[in-house]
């Protein structure tokens, strides 16, 4: 799932 | 999350423990860069400036804390453990910190994915993180012996970068929309930097002789 206009990556 | 994120993941988490490992075990910081160290505090601290306001994962918010509390941590002991700091060479370590994070800095202001404090802070959080291992490159250039856990934290670290590649290689075939160019084109650069290390890497270790790169 993608979270849009978040930094899902560390 | 696929299985090169998480392999990414881990293998940064296996730098950070390799490092700590040396730090608190053995008491010794030889060979490693608090320039670039502090320069890792830097990136984990304005980069993850929504550890509070955007909720992800559980998994996402401990790592965050994991690579907050261990760079800040490490520099910590460097500069101020009685016998921690006692074997950090300051003479070696010369890099300036102005060189990277000022136009990392600039370069944010001008690129972002969007033109809010937090945005330009992470993007040069991501900026900063490409270059953040200049310093410690140098340092391994001068050091004549490279202990075996130094040479291990810097591959690791490495290792790192080349399987988040992988992880948006893989993501950009699975996921709709997923185009990530600041990250994409930095992550790159920071991975070419580990290339000369690497070759050095695999020869000593194929060879079975001691890591030392050329001057």
Not at chain 2, 60 to 74: A, D, E, P, Q
Not at chain 2, 125 to 150: C, F, G, K, W
Request: some cysteine; charged content about 15%; aromatic content about 18%.
């Amino acid at each position: 799932g993608e979270l849009v206009g978040m930094h899902d990556e560390l | 999350m696929n299985i090169f994120r998480l392999a990414g993941d881990m293998t940064h988490l296996a730098s950070v423990l390799v490092l700590l490992l040396k730090i608190h075990t053995i008491k010794s910081c030889a060979g490693i860069s608090l320039k670039t160290q502090e320069l890792y505090a830097l990136v984990f601290a304005t980069r993850y400036l929504d550890i509070f306001t955007d909720f992800i994962s559980l998994y996402n918010t401990t790592m965050k804390l994991i690579f907050l509390g261990s760079s800040f941590s490490i520099v910590w002991y460097i500069r101020n453990h009685k016998i921690v700091s006692r074997s950090y060479d300051k003479s070696q370590d010369t890099f300036r910190h102005y060189f990277l994070i000022i136009p990392c800095l600039l370069l944010a202001l001008l690129v972002n994915e969007k033109f809010t404090f937090k945005e330009v802070m992470w993007a040069f959080s991501i900026y900063l993180e490409a270059v953040a291992i200049l310093p410690q490159l140098v340092l391994l250039q001068r050091t004549r012996n490279i202990d075996n856990l130094t040479g291990q934290y810097v591959f690791l670290l490495g290792a790192y970068r080349a399987l988040y590649i992988l992880n948006w290689i893989y993501r950009y075939f699975t996921e709709t929309h997923y185009v990530h160019w600041i990250t994409w084109v930095s992550g790159l650069v920071q991975t070419l930097l580990y290339a000369d290390f690497f070759y050095y890497y695999f020869e000593s270790w194929k060879n079975n002789k001691k890591l030392q790169l050329p001057a």
